[in-house]
């Protein structure tokens, strides 16, 4: 069953160790704040290396796309790098692009063969996505991929904060 395959932890995703883990990236790919600062510190400079790589051939990447790249040092074998919307009032597009997040990041580690797969919470802090809809969305979005695809073993939904936790806990607990 879809439900079981998925964990909320609270922490650090550069700690996790999983076939990828996502990054909350934005459509440079070339490294800022928040979660995306974390990753490229920890992991060092080989992810940057193919971000510029991938930038050069094709020019960065779209809001509700993904790309992956090495993982460097960190304990994850490949980072999935996304770029979220940023919230502006919901009226352009932004449910439906978070969801393309996931669902993206999900299609890229399956053509990857990646079996598992840590999200942090895409768009909650610099880009300020409502936590509450942004767990409802996410957690949509992984059930029904998981539904429709048997090769993903494990989703693990690390939030950083407490509030991400509660509102991602609370989803899972009410609606799965
Ligand atoms: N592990 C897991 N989650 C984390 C970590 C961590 N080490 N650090 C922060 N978070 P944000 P966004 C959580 O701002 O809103 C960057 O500058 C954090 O608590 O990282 O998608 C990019 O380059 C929050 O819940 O990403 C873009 O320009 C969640 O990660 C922009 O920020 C997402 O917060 C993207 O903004």
């Known amino acids: 069953m879809a439900y079981r395959k998925i964990r909320i932890v609270k922490g650090d995703i550069t700690k996790i160790k ?58 994850a074998k490949h980072v999935i790098h996304t770029v979220g919307p940023v919230w502006n009032g919901g ?33 909650t802090g610099i880009y300020h996505f409502p936590k509450e809809l942004a767990a409802s969305i996410a957690m949509n979005t992984i059930v029904t991929y998981l539904e429709e695809h048997s090769d993903i073993e494990e989703v693990i939904l690390v939030c950083y904060d407490d509030e991400n936790l509660r509102y991602t806990e609370q989803y899972y607990n009410q609606h799965i």
Do not use: M
Not at 36 to 58: E, M, T, Y
């Open 91 to 123: 009226d352009n597009n932004e449910v439906t692009l978070l969801a393309n997040c996931y669902r993206h990041s999900l299609e890229l580690a399956s053509r990857h063969h990646l079996a598992t797969i840590a999200f942090p919470n895409i768009s």
């Open 18 to 75: 999983a076939d990828a883990i996502v990054n909350a990236a934005n459509s440079s790919l070339l490294g800022g704040g928040g979660v995306d600062g974390a990753i490229h510190r920890a992991g060092g400079p080989d992810i940057l290396n193919d971000c510029r790589a991938i930038v050069a051939r094709q020019g960065g990447c779209k809001t509700g796309n993904a790309v992956i790249t090495t993982a460097g040092r960190l304990p």
